[in-house]
């Protein structure tokens, strides 16, 4: 059967620079957010030592004020997007482009199917293998195989594993770690091999691209970078070469040239950096990862979960500790119609909702607890919402003292659909037992579709306001403001 020789149409050859572009912010900003906990695990207890891959370049001392942070791996901006510890940017950067890339994937796929240039990549007789393994063994003796229609049968193979195994299982993989997802679906993320297999395939999926790349770029220049670039770039149309090496060498340029302006920006500009790559990306991580509710039970629990933030140091809070807590109340102020002052056993009075959950923190890891609490919906019930009302500021005595830079106290934001989430308690107990210090004593939120960080520990206090742009600098929680995460929800 003689079929049509299949060319490089201008569509295909766009197609790929943008891919090209993409791929290397994807892999960079991926890099930013592996330094945040640069382990894997097959496991979700995240138990340490239990990694079987540890890139920490430091030994942590486990004592009993070490925090998950204390194993972070700031990376230089070389390699990640934007480096040196920016774990927010990171995450902007890698949801920006992934939403560039799957736009010219989509692009790429319908033209490829609506034409006859599918026959480009999915073969259609067994005999690929046989054929493929020829291939091989004629690269393996130093020579180069006969051209294909346009690709020889070894290169035609891996173009479709890339494009129809690896690439599909990255996505998959990449939207089970949303712990929207994870928690909504809790059967089917299980049944999928769970977050941290997730995490650790999306990880090998990485790996696996990056040596695709390298290869591919040897073969290129192997049978011949001329004429490769005149069918990439020019699709033969001129037989100049030397056009085509011009064109493609400046398109390599622009990439890395892009690159470099995404990193110093993002270094300089941190904050202009982060609102800018939320425009359009918000609305669409807030329709795909917001409405989930969670409904996990796991029934397990974690031997020696992680916590982040050290305990509060001020005197209010040390006071508290030392009276264990009979002076303690939670406060709820702000548009209400009956403000509340609630001590912990009047709370404890009210009914109790346990949830059994996966934590799952922003940085990578995550622990399996059973909390005990109050719903957050039996609160509001209590003080009954203004109708202007439509965020809950959760207050914390938990003022930072860790570092110089960064202080404030600690504070989340939630909107109303969020604090009504059936999974969504004010927890005075982790595991049957009241709250740790490290894990909030006396009074912690938890919000079982979202990240770790929306769950404030220390909360003495909620505020239901209208809007929240006067609160910190306005950001929606103090990571939000401080390390540039993710403003009003943490889905993904
Ligand atoms: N007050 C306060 N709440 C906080 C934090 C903090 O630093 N201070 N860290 C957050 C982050 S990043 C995570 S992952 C979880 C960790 O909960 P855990 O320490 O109980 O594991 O708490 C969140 N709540
Ligand atoms: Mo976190």
Same mark, same amino acid.
């Given at each position: ?7 490089? =149409? ?14 290397? #912010? ?9 330094? $945040? ?36 791996? =700031? #990376? ?34 319908? @033209? ?19 054929? +493929? ?5 004629? /690269? ?13 049968? %070894?290169?035609? %193979? ?17 939207? %089970?770690? +949303? ?65 085509? @090496? +011009? ?141 202007? $009302? ?6 914390? #005595? ?10 404030? /106290?600690? /504070? ?14 004010? *927890? ?12 909030? *004593?006396? #009074? &912690? %939120? &938890? ?8 769950? $404030? ?36």
């Amino acid at each position: 059967m003689e079929t049509q020789a299949l060319d490089f =149409p201008l569509w295909l050859r766009v197609t790929h620079f943008f891919n090209f572009l993409f791929m290397t #912010l994807l892999v960079r900003s991926g890099i930013e957010i592996i330094g $945040a906990h640069p382990m894997f695990y097959w496991n979700n207890d995240c138990e340490p030592g239990s990694e079987w891959l540890n890139f920490l370049n430091k030994k942590v001392e486990r004592n009993t004020l070490w925090t998950a942070e204390d194993e972070i791996r =700031p #990376l230089s901006p070389w390699l990640a997007l934007p480096g040196r510890n920016n774990l927010g940017l990171g995450r902007h950067w890698h949801l920006w482009s992934v939403v560039g890339w799957l736009l010219s994937g989509i692009l790429y796929m319908t @033209l490829l199917f609506l034409t006859p240039h599918w026959q480009r990549l999915v073969p259609t007789s067994w005999s690929i293998f046989p054929e +493929a393994w020829q291939a091989f063994k004629t /690269y393996l003796s130093l020579e180069l195989p006969a051209a294909g229609n346009p690709y020889n049968p %070894l290169q035609q %193979l891996t173009y479709f594993l890339l494009v129809f195994a690896l690439t599909p299982l990255v996505i998959l993989t990449g939207i %089970l770690m +949303a712990p929207a997802i994870s928690a909504r679906y809790p059967k089917l993320t299980a049944f999928l091999g769970g977050r941290q297999v997730a995490r650790s395939i999306h990880l090998l999926g990485l790996v696996a691209y990056v040596f695709f790349f390298l290869i591919h770029l040897f073969m290129v220049v192997a049978h011949g970078l001329e004429h490769k670039l005149a069918n990439m770039v020019l699709n033969n149309e001129y037989d100049t070469n030397h056009l085509a @090496l +011009a064109i493609g060498f400046a398109a390599i340029a622009l990439v890395i040239g892009l690159n470099i302006f995404a990193t110093k920006v993002s270094l300089k500009h941190p904050f202009q950096t982060k609102k800018a790559l939320e425009v359009g990306i918000d609305s669409l991580r807030r329709f795909f990862f917001h409405h989930q509710h969670s409904v996990q039970d796991h029934q397990k629990i974690s031997p020696t979960p992680r916590a982040n933030g050290q305990p509060p140091r001020n005197t209010a809070y040390t006071r508290h500790l030392a009276e264990e807590f009979k002076n303690f109340t939670f406060e709820v102020r702000g548009l209400v119609e009956k403000p509340l002052d609630l001590r912990l056993d009047q709370l404890k009075a009210l009914p109790k909702q346990e949830q059994s959950t996966l934590h799952v923190c922003v940085q990578g890891w995550s622990y399996y607890a059973t909390w005990g609490g109050v719903r957050i919906e039996n609160l509001l019930a209590l003080c009954k919402p203004l109708p202007d $009302a439509k965020y809950l500021v959760f207050h914390t #005595l938990d003022e930072k003292w860790e570092k110089p830079e960064v202080d404030g /106290y600690y /504070y989340e934001v939630i909107d109303m659909e969020l604090a009504r989430k059936p999974q969504t308690i004010l *927890a005075y107990e982790m595991n049957g037992a009241p709250l740790p210090i490290a894990h909030g *004593a006396p #009074l &912690r %939120l &938890r919000l079982e579709s979202q990240l770790g960080y929306k769950m $404030a520990k220390y909360v003495c206090g909620v505020e239901l306001v209208e809007d929240f742009s006067h609160i910190g600098k306005g950001q929606g929680g103090w990571r939000d403001d401080v390390l540039n995460y993710y403003v009003k929800t943490a889905g993904i």
